[in-house]
């Protein structure tokens, strides 16, 4: 039996803005409290989620001494605009490939009866990816990227899949498959609707808020949980971070924090998952370390698939200035592909040609990368390119 597959990695400009505002709610009436956004007034309103989506089109220039220059070749910049946009949905191709063998795994265990071979894929795992998943689903749908929200569509599809066999063969509890049944479906019909425009204001801040703070509750439990037994087991983790986050959400929504507080709780459901999706290789490499002997159970096929669907993001990532994006799928693309065959090459599990021609291969995309970008915005060098990613520009 093969090992079980751990949730693939979908990963992702610097948190997008809330897609409304409350400005024509009263000022001191206790709805326009309530329902207060978590950003500043500074927002664009909702009515702009109803525009099609476009393709980034050449920055604007101000007429000022200090304003980036105008783009050498704007035809460049557009080409690489749909370029980066193709390679973030053949991104698709090696995530299902990641994820299918054990739906069908799974599907002939049920078949034959042997329910137990289920037990051996994690359901809190899974549950913890399919998290992940939904909230950056969100983060794509309220910028629009399409590509991406194809990528995280497929990714809570797919993950509920297996959580569905899982609950089949009683290896998941029966309430938890039904509450998670739940949220997925609320969260696929709102992503949906907000996309397209059609959600009211106020439930989409709701489903902020539910993704904020239920992510902020799992993230310190999975980091605490990967190093048991070494530290005691305890739930109080979860628990400590998820009253804290409900508290600055609900202070957000009172209007007691500053406009910066207001944005950075506004920015935890993102940078949440992409850390919760961050920490998984790093649990990986952490039982690799702690047995040796495990790290012959995993599939470098695999590995390479969890490479190339990550790497395949960063271009885009990288063009549309997006440092969360980038963090993530740079993160994912070192360490949960690369790194674990990097460990793989260590203890003699691949040869020798095919960790350095892998090497070789991401060292060449990534270059390739910010070479096109600096040819595409015109920059003097890639450093450049880089320092906007980081600092903006």
């Not at 809330?18 to 709610?25: D, K, S």
């Not at 698709?92 to 795994?105: E, G, K, R, S």
Request: glycine share 8%.
């Amino acid at each position: 039996m093969s090992s079980p597959s751990v949730p693939s990695l979908r990963l992702p400009l610097r948190p997008a803005p809330a897609p409304f505002t409350r400005r024509a709610l009263a000022a001191g009436s206790p709805r326009a409290l309530l329902l207060k956004p978590l950003a500043s007034c500074q927002h664009q309103p909702s009515l702009l989620l109803q525009q099609p989506r476009r393709r980034h089109g050449p920055p604007p220039v101000a007429a000022t001494v200090t304003s980036k220059p105008f783009l050498k070749d704007p035809k460049k910049y557009q080409e690489w605009d749909s370029v980066t946009a193709k390679f973030a949905g053949a991104a698709n191709i090696p995530f299902l490939l990641l994820q299918l063998p054990q739906i069908v795994l799974n599907a002939r265990n049920l078949l034959a009866g042997n329910k137990t071979a289920l037990f051996a894929v994690p359901w809190l795992g899974m549950l913890t990816g399919l998290l992940g998943n939904l909230s950056l689903l969100s983060y794509f749908a309220k910028k629009r990227e399409t590509e991406a929200v194809i990528v995280q569509t497929l990714g809570v599809i797919s993950t509920y899949a297996v959580l569905v066999q899982l609950a089949m063969a009683e290896s998941m509890p029966v309430p938890q498959f039904v509450a998670t049944s739940v949220v997925v479906a609320a969260g696929l019909v709102l992503n949906f609707l907000n996309y397209f425009g059609w959600l009211p204001g106020t439930l989409w801040l709701l489903w902020e808020d539910f993704i904020t703070v239920g992510g902020l509750a799992v993230l310190p439990q999975v980091m605490w949980s990967t190093f048991v037994p070494f530290i005691p087991n305890s739930v109080l983790p979860g628990i400590i971070s998820g009253s804290l986050a409900l508290a600055a959400v609900a202070m957000a929504r009172m209007g007691k924090l500053s406009d910066a507080g207001a944005k950075f709780v506004g920015s935890l459901s993102g940078w949440t998952a992409t850390l919760l999706f961050m920490w998984m290789p790093v649990a990986q490499m952490w039982t690799n370390y702690l047995n040796p002997s495990n790290i012959k159970g995993l599939s470098a096929f695999s590995m390479l698939l969890a490479m190339l669907g990550n790497g395949l993001m960063i271009p885009r990532a990288v063009f549309i200035r997006d440092l969360m994006w980038f963090t993530g799928s740079a993160w994912a693309s070192v360490l949960q592909g690369w790194g674990n065959l990097a460990c793989m090459y260590c203890f003699g599990s691949i040869s020798r040609e095919f960790f350095f021609a892998t090497t070789s291969g991401l060292l060449l995309w990534l270059g390739f990368t910010l070479w096109r970008d600096t040819i595409a915005y015109g920059n003097s060098s890639p450093l450049t390119s880089l320092k906007e990613l980081f600092f903006g520009k």
